[in-house]
């Protein structure tokens, strides 16, 4: 059972707003808002605010539009791929704007608007040194000189190591994203993501694409958490078993008991997205105790040593994977990978439960 704390992350919201005093706070709710629900985490931020969104495809766009909502009907959708290989058309009839960040979308954005008679509304991602998506800056030169009926509103570009502050990627990409801003007098600029947000208010603009730390997760890393956990992870025990010393559990048999445990398994799997990486690393809470994961985490089932747990466990009693006791960063640092990918991961088989308002404030 997912438990999605609505209230939660509208506090963080919030939260960012005072650190990013002079900049509107977007919300960035790809990939179903991080695994937590775009439907409900939209409706919510709309309702605590929130007048811009970012999604990555034209088709989580077309996600976000079919949800009936009036304040978010009124919100701008900012598609992160651009046209991602879609007509112009798929996206003007949603109401959704290109993030431009080809020279082959700026061409059919450009051509979309001369076959419309009127400016389209975009946004331009300029590069400047991530290497992974955005116009050289070149390109941003060339359409400051002459836009050709792009209606520019806004121009962001992405930074590589916010989550390095020391790394001096994060000052070079400040120094070029100044010059691409001043080439924009008119459009607003756009910089940060949640990390880029903790660097300090020359990286703030005029408005800030948080995603993770709207769902918790830090984005101060080596600093205590400033975001509020909107998520925990439970599972009921289903079944309870004594195993004697030199018995073994789950696939491979890679785990041999050293002497008699308490074993319980719980319906979670890396089905569900939950690591497979962590078999005989990972562990959960059950009443103040850490309960280690024992044997391979296989599709649908994972066990746990409760051994140490006393009284002794019983049927139906939940065990935590993720929340007060133990963050996703340190589920996903025992993983090997980062809390993005164990939140991004949660699948839709887990039953989601909402808590906290859901709208109108
Ligand atoms: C995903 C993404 C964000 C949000 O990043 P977080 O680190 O989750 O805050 C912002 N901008 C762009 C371009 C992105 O791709």
């Given at each position: 059972?997912?438990?999605?704390?609505?209230?939660?992350?509208?506090?963080?919201?919030?939260r960012?707003?005072?650190?990013?005093?002079?900049a509107?706070?977007?919300?960035?709710?790809?990939?179903?808002?991080?695994?937590?629900?775009?439907?409900?985490?939209?409706?919510?931020l709309?309702?605590?605010?929130?007048?811009?969104f970012?999604?990555?495809?034209?088709?989580?766009?077309?996600?976000?539009r079919?949800?009936?909502?009036?304040?978010?009907?009124?919100?701008?959708?900012?598609?992160?791929?651009?046209?991602?290989?879609?007509?112009?058309a798929?996206?003007?009839?949603?109401?959704?704007?290109?993030?431009?960040?080809?020279?082959?979308d700026?061409?059919?954005?450009?051509?979309?608007?001369?076959?419309?008679?009127?400016?389209?509304?975009?946004?331009?991602?300029?590069?400047?040194?991530?290497?992974?998506?955005?116009?050289?800056?070149?390109?941003?030169?060339?359409?400051?000189?002459?836009?050709?009926?792009?209606?520019?509103?806004?121009?962001m570009?992405?930074?590589?190591?916010?989550d390095?502050?020391?790394?001096p990627?994060?000052?070079?990409?400040?120094?070029?994203?100044?010059?691409?801003?001043?080439?924009?007098?008119?459009?607003?600029?756009?910089?940060?993501?949640?990390?880029?947000?903790?660097?300090?208010?020359?990286?703030?603009y005029?408005l800030?694409?948080?995603?993770?730390?709207?769902?918790?997760?830090?984005?101060?890393?080596?600093?205590?958490?400033?975001?509020?956990?909107a998520?925990?992870?439970?599972?009921p025990?289903?079944?309870i078993?004594?195993?004697?010393?030199?018995?073994?559990?789950?696939?491979?048999a890679?785990?041999?008991?050293?002497?008699?445990?308490?074993?319980?398994?719980?319906?979670?799997?890396?089905?569900?997205?939950?690591?497979?990486?962590?078999?005989?690393?990972?562990w959960?809470?059950?009443?103040?105790?850490?309960?280690?994961?024992?044997?391979?985490?296989?599709?649908d089932?994972?066990?746990?040593?409760?051994?140490?747990?006393?009284?002794?466990?019983?049927?139906?009693?939940?065990?935590?994977?993720?929340?007060?006791?133990?963050?996703?960063?340190?589920v996903?640092?025992?993983?090997?990978?980062?809390?993005?990918?164990?939140?991004?991961?949660?699948g839709?088989?887990?039953?989601?439960r909402y808590?906290?308002?859901?709208?109108?404030?």
């Amino acid at each position: 059972l997912l438990t999605i704390d609505l209230d939660a992350i509208a506090a963080n919201c919030q939260r960012l707003r005072a650190e990013a005093a002079n900049a509107e706070v977007a919300a960035v709710v790809k990939t179903n808002a991080y695994g937590l629900g775009v439907a409900p985490v939209a409706q919510r931020l709309a309702a605590h605010g929130a007048t811009t969104f970012f999604v990555a495809h034209p088709g989580e766009g077309a996600q976000l539009r079919a949800i009936a909502d009036p304040q978010l009907a009124k919100c701008r959708v900012y598609v992160l791929g651009g046209l991602s290989g879609e007509p112009a058309a798929a996206l003007l009839d949603l109401n959704l704007t290109p993030v431009l960040a080809t020279r082959a979308d700026v061409e059919a954005w450009t051509e979309a608007a001369r076959l419309a008679g009127r400016a389209l509304p975009c946004a331009l991602h300029i590069d400047t040194g991530m290497n992974r998506l955005g116009l050289p800056i070149a390109e941003a030169e060339r359409l400051a000189a002459d836009p050709s009926g792009l209606g520019i509103e806004l121009v962001m570009s992405h930074l590589a190591c916010a989550d390095e502050p020391a790394h001096p990627m994060n000052e070079a990409q400040a120094a070029g994203f100044a010059g691409v801003r001043a080439l924009f007098p008119h459009a607003r600029a756009s910089f940060a993501n949640s990390c880029g947000i903790f660097l300090g208010s020359r990286y703030h603009y005029d408005l800030v694409r948080p995603g993770m730390a709207l769902y918790g997760l830090n984005p101060a890393p080596g600093r205590p958490n400033p975001m509020k956990p909107a998520l925990r992870l439970d599972a009921p025990i289903l079944q309870i078993r004594q195993i004697d010393k030199g018995e073994s559990v789950g696939y491979g048999a890679t785990y041999r008991a050293g002497g008699t445990i308490t074993a319980a398994t719980i319906g979670v799997g890396y089905g569900d997205g939950f690591p497979r990486a962590l078999s005989n690393k990972g562990w959960g809470h059950l009443r103040g105790c850490r309960v280690p994961i024992i044997g391979r985490i296989s599709m649908d089932l994972l066990t746990l040593d409760v051994t140490g747990v006393s009284p002794q466990p019983r049927v139906g009693e939940a065990i935590e994977l993720i929340g007060p006791n133990i963050t996703a960063e340190e589920v996903a640092a025992a993983a090997g990978t980062a809390g993005y990918e164990i939140l991004t991961n949660l699948g839709p088989r887990y039953a989601r439960r909402y808590i906290g308002a859901r709208g109108v404030l």
